[in-house]
């Protein structure tokens, strides 16, 4: 026997397999089957047991429809009655469970006891596809759809599905314009809204001194720790730590432009493209520089420019010295180490290292001028031209002779001009000629200490040595085979000798 009778008063019956006590026998019956397992009640309709007969009859009832506990306050009605007692705390305010270690209090001992994890830290609830573990087994289910793609939560006006149903009543407010959380300091209305005033960041990362207003930002960011990426592309290897981000991703493959402009035929497959573009309409530059009276339409492009005033270069090349200020100029310069050029016409055959490059040889194809002039009706297809042609409006001439007090508005107009001044046809010519003036004499010989002012001066020098070089190799040819005639007329003439004196 499982149980003791202790004595005839209150609390009589007590567990042997625990310290609880009970002043019923039933009680305590009922008690030693949370030991043992016992189910002796069996619903006639599914597999479910029970070890209540209780328990039996409100499960019942999930077959059958019945909820006879209603509320007098709303439409809600139950089929058991703890449900009910929970649900009339929604209306009393009622929170009998309290938190011993803070002041939190909650309607439901359920509730609470999640809370507590909050303090003890405990996650029981383990994804079995990655590390993740929640507090919550509501959350685990929520994670499971990171990997699973299910989104059974539809939009019943439009195409959208969900994973959460947090998400498709959000979502809906898009559709009603309903927007029920009101600001009582300005005239927003959201549901986090409050804190951008008060500041209050209570979701801290344990990792660093991040800290957030909402939750989901704070598990968003602790995946920058962990480098957990759960949303995966079906079409192709990329993976995000965001499901947003994967979805933006998406239309990659799709092509989808869902984002349009209002004020010309503009479409953009992300919200924050189509509100940068929205700027080149109004002229909207509300990032300054805090240097200069330089600003910005786009925050990275304010990022980019301080780097002008810090010198900073943090994109270094692999292959070679250079450094960038921003990560694009190093892709495009890497193109001229590896000989890539992925920016292709349609038209001809012309291909380009940027993108920008293939933009304007298009024009040359379309005839589009789209850079005009604001003082008269000229019209360009690339910006630099019309810069040099508003220096016909204001006179400036930026490009000075060197030689003479002559200033020109272009740099091929001086180019011009020094090929006709001192009557030398080319620029080079005419330095040349300079060194006459300031007896410069760069070019030197490589055989001996000779210098001269131009090129062809040495050139001709090594020549000189090398002709008279010849000439000593012709010289000593000749020397050598006048030797050798010579000895050869020696030689016959004493054979001839030699025969007569034999005779």
Same mark, same amino acid.
């Given at each position: 026997m499982e149980y003791v009778r202790i004595n005839s008063r209150e609390n009589s019956y007590e567990c042997k397999l625990c310290d609880a006590s009970f002043s019923y026998l039933s009680r305590v019956k009922l008690h030693i089957r949370s030991h043992t397992g016992e189910k002796p009640y069996k619903c006639a309709l599914c597999d479910a047991t029970f070890a209540q007969s209780g328990r039996l009859k409100t499960?019942?009832?999930?077959?059958?429809? =019945?909820?006879? %506990?209603?509320?007098?306050?709303?439409?809600? +009605?139950?089929?058991?009655?703890?449900?009910?007692? @929970?649900?009339?705390? #929604?209306?009393?305010?009622?929170?009998?469970?309290?938190?011993?270690?803070?002041? +939190?209090?909650? #309607?439901?001992?359920?509730?609470?006891?999640?809370?507590?994890?909050?303090?003890?830290?405990?996650?029981?609830?383990?994804?079995?596809?990655?590390?993740? !573990?929640?507090?919550?087994?509501?959350?685990?289910?929520?994670?499971? @759809?990171?990997?699973?793609? =299910?989104?059974?939560?539809?939009?019943?006006?439009?195409? !959208?599905?969900? #994973? @959460?149903?947090?998400?498709?009543?959000? /979502?809906?407010?898009?559709?009603?314009? =309903?927007k029920p959380y009101k600001c009582e300091l300005c005239d927003a209305a959201f549901s986090t809204h409050l804190r951008t005033h008060t500041l209050e960041n209570p979701y801290k990362c344990e990792l660093c001194d991040a800290a957030f207003s909402q939750s989901g930002n704070l598990e968003t960011h602790i995946r920058s720790h962990t480098g957990e990426k759960p949303y995966k592309c079906e079409l192709c290897d990329a993976a995000f730590s965001i499901s947003c981000n994967l979805k933006t991703h998406l239309r990659t493959h799709t092509g989808e432009k869902p984002y349009k402009c209002d004020l010309c035929d503009a479409a953009f497959s992300e919200s924050g493209s189509v509100k940068k573009h929205i700027r080149t309409h109004t002229g909207e530059k509300p990032y300054k520089c805090e240097l200069c009276d330089a600003a910005f339409s786009e925050s990275g492009s304010v990022k980019r420019h301080m780097r002008t005033h810090t010198g900073e270069k943090p994109y270094k090349c692999a292959l070679c010295d250079a450094a960038f200020r921003d990560s694009g100029n190093l892709m495009t310069h890497m193109r001229t180490h590896t000989g890539g050029k992925p920016y292709k016409c349609d038209l001809c055959d012309a291909t380009f290292a940027?993108?920008?490059?293939?933009?304007? /040889?298009?024009?040359?194809?379309?005839?589009?001028?789209?850079?005009?002039?604001?003082?008269?009706? !000229?019209?360009?297809?690339?910006?630099?031209?019309?810069?040099?042609?508003?220096?016909? /409006?204001?006179?400036?001439?930026?490009?000075?002779?060197?030689?003479?007090? +002559?200033?020109?508005?272009?740099?091929? /107009?001086?180019?011009?001009?020094?090929?006709?001044?001192?009557?030398?046809?080319?620029?080079?010519?005419?330095?040349?000629?300079?060194?006459?003036?300031?007896?410069?004499?760069?070019?030197?010989?490589?055989?001996?200490?000779?210098?001269?002012?131009?090129?062809? %001066?040495?050139?001709?020098?090594?020549?000189?040595?090398?002709? !008279?070089?010849?000439?000593?190799?012709?010289?000593?040819?000749?020397?050598?085979? @006048?030797?050798?005639?010579?000895?050869?007329?020696?030689?016959?003439?004493?054979a001839k000798l030699s025969g007569l004196r034999s005779l």
């Open positions: 499960h019942m009832r999930s077959h059958t429809g =019945e909820k006879p %506990y209603k509320c007098d306050l709303c439409d809600a +009605a139950f089929s058991d009655s703890s449900a009910f007692k @929970r649900h009339m705390r #929604s209306h009393t305010g009622e929170k009998p469970y309290k938190c011993g270690l803070c002041d +939190a209090a909650f #309607s439901t001992s359920g509730h609470l006891k999640t809370h507590m994890r909050t303090h003890t830290g405990e996650k029981p609830y383990k994804c079995q596809l990655c590390d993740a !573990a929640f507090i919550q087994s509501g959350s685990l289910k929520v994670h499971m @759809r990171s990997h699973t793609g =299910e989104k059974p939560y539809k939009c019943d006006l439009c195409d !959208a599905t969900f #994973s @959460r149903l947090d998400h498709v009543k959000t /979502h809906l407010r898009t559709h009603t314009q =309903e940027q993108s920008g490059n293939l933009k304007k /040889h298009m024009r040359t194809h379309t005839g589009e001028k789209p850079f005009k002039c604001d003082l008269c009706d !000229a019209a360009f297809s690339q910006s630099s031209h019309v810069k040099s042609h508003m220096r016909t /409006h204001t006179g400036e001439k930026p490009y000075k002779c060197e030689l003479c007090d +002559a200033a020109f508005s272009r740099l091929h /107009h001086l180019k011009t001009h020094m090929r006709s001044d001192a009557t030398f046809a080319q620029l080079g010519a005419l330095k040349t000629h300079m060194r006459t003036h300031t007896g410069e004499k760069p070019h030197k010989c490589d055989l001996c200490d000779a210098t001269f002012s131009q090129s062809s %001066y040495a050139d001709k020098q090594d020549v000189d040595e090398a002709k !008279a070089k010849l000439l000593r190799q012709k010289n000593n040819i000749v020397r050598n085979q @006048r030797a050798s005639k010579k000895t050869y007329k020696n030689t016959s003439k004493c």
